[in-house]
């Protein structure tokens, strides 16, 4: 297990409200919007620690499976009471699963993390986070397509500056997300709009109708910048649809939570 305690810094939660659009001044005890813990508990290391791919090499909590990319596959989340900005926080986390499989790409592993964080000693929100380790070749296979037509659909048009500041935000030096180079040497068409991103813009479009108390999601197919995307909403049910009707992402949500 592995504990991190942050502050929660008030600045830093006005970054994040920035980088999804929107200037607030933030005092501290006021609630952030989800996903907002994205941006805290940071493990800073040295550069000679992150692997090829700009991820932190394996070792210790996560294993070295020896297959060298990494994708967040997907996550749920349950929130016990707000998450508030300037309010001192432990996050402890823990490897709850370890499942190898072969698929079209070749070998995989799929790792999910419990994360638990808590403020003033009270439960604030669990984190199961799924994420997929695979051998070096280029995604393969028809990605799903969207099936229906949505109640809701907005625009949704990240930019380069979009992708820099949410990797800066959460201290994440993933190369897929800034280098244009890598991304085409490695056999990608364009750099990856993160997936965290797409279901934080997913959980704030959920959380318009209340406040959250449980959000699912899973990355389906990956949404390359530039691409033409929606962030689509049916009852309770979200996806972000991309170029050519392609399913990027799906996404639940139960509303009525701590507010």
């Known amino acids: 297990m592995v504990t991190i305690h942050d502050k929660i810094d008030v600045a830093r939660a006005e970054a994040f409200w920035s980088t999804l659009g929107e200037e607030r001044d933030v005092a501290s005890g006021d609630v952030l919007p989800p996903f907002a813990h994205l941006a805290f508990f940071w493990t800073p290391m040295a550069e000679e620690g992150l692997g090829p791919d700009g991820h932190p090499k394996l070792g210790g909590l996560v294993p070295d499976f020896g297959l060298p990319l990494r994708m967040w596959a997907g996550g749920r989340l349950t929130w016990h009471a707000p998450f508030r900005a300037g309010i001192a926080a432990e996050r402890t986390t823990r490897l709850t699963n370890v499942t190898r499989k072969e698929g079209r790409s070749g070998k995989l592993a ?3 993390l419990r994360h638990e964080i808590r403020q003033r000693g009270q439960a604030v929100l669990s984190e199961d986070q799924d994420i997929v380790y695979r051998e070096a070749t280029a995604l393969s296979g028809e990605p799903p397509v969207v099936e229906e037509n949505p109640d809701e659909r907005r625009a949704l048009k990240p930019t380069e500056i979009t992708l820099f500041r949410y990797s800066a935000l959460t201290f994440n030096a993933h190369r897929i997300h800034y280098d244009a180079g890598y991304c085409a040497n490695e056999g990608y068409p364009g750099l990856f709009v993160h997936g965290p991103l797409l279901a934080t813009l997913l959980a704030g479009m959920a959380s318009e109708r209340g406040p959250l108390q449980k959000f699912e999601f899973r990355a389906t197919s990956p949404l390359y910048l530039g691409d033409v ?30 507010g």
């Open 110 to 112: 799929f790792v999910t």
């Open 229 to 258: 995307a929606w962030l689509c909403r049916t009852g309770d049910r979200y996806w972000v649809e991309g170029s050519r009707r392609r399913l990027c992402m799906t996404a639940t949500a139960v509303v009525g939570g701590a």
